[in-house]
């Protein structure tokens, strides 16, 4: 089957640090999406992992181990802006398909 | 780079009319092109699959002849949603993928309400 998991919301404080986990089970996988979505608008790319590591761009970094089915979301110096829902979405059958789950719905407080 | 478009951004229609959508690739040719639907709180709904010059791949339960999709070329993909009825006003959000590439890059979206 095909599965996604991650918190359905989280709070952090701005200027602080907050991981978004994601664990996945999908039938095929090449690798794993992270996509942010603000209310009301559509999914701007974040970041995209094949290997197994940390690729880091900027304030945001992103984690993925295969073996575990696991992957991270790392949002450092947290801005305002960064209330937005994440999205976690591997790959599925097909290179390009992606599974989606409803999201990281992430509350940034003053 | 990368940019998608989708006009129009929003549209209000009576129900039983047709509506159609434009997803367009800006700045790159998309060999392929996704129709997602998104209710409110609700994850990302696929419902088609679109490949330039070839018919669409349907998701199931998305009827087919009432979501018609045609992508005649490598930088427009169309979606018409046929007889709308109030249950079809929804968030459609078009994504396009670069040719040879695994990202896909998402329109604004379309915002439709049927009365």
């Known amino acids: 089957g095909q599965n996604i998991d991650q918190p359905t919301e989280m709070t952090a404080t701005e200027g602080a640090i907050v991981q978004i986990n994601c664990t996945y089970q999908?039938?095929?996988?090449?690798?794993l999406f992270w996509y942010q979505q603000h209310a009301g608008e559509a999914p701007t790319f974040l970041s995209y992992?094949?290997l197994d590591g940390l690729e880091e761009k900027g304030r945001f970094s992103s984690f993925l181990s295969r073996s575990k089915g696991y992957s991270y979301l790392l949002l450092k110096e947290l801005q305002m802006k960064d209330s937005a829902s994440y999205l976690c979405?591997?790959?599925?059958?097909?290179?390009?398909?992606?599974?989606w789950g409803a999201g990281t719905k992430l509350i940034i407080k003053p | 780079g990368a940019v998608v478009s989708q006009h129009p951004s929003w549209v209000i229609c009576k129900s039983g009319t047709s509506v159609k959508i434009e997803c367009r690739s800006l700045?790159?040719?998309?060999?392929?092109m996704f129709w997602y639907r998104q209710f409110p709180k609700q994850s990302l709904m696929l419902m088609a699959t679109?490949?330039?010059?070839?018919?669409?791949?349907?998701e199931q339960g998305v009827e087919k002849d009432k979501f018609l999709i045609n992508h005649a070329s490598l930088t427009l993909s169309t979606l018409t949603v046929t007889s709308a009825h109030p249950e079809d006003s929804s968030f459609y959000i078009c994504?396009?993928?670069?040719?040879?590439?695994?990202?896909?890059?998402f329109g604004p979206g379309t915002r439709l309400l049927v009365l």
């Open positions: 994504s396009a993928l670069p040719g040879g590439k695994e990202t896909q890059y």
């Open positions: 700045d790159f040719q998309a060999t392929t």
């Open positions: 679109s490949n330039e010059g070839s018919k669409a791949t349907y």
């Open positions: 999908t039938s095929g996988f090449n690798g």
């Open positions: 992992n094949v």
């Open positions: 979405a591997p790959t599925g059958d097909s290179n390009y398909q992606l599974i």
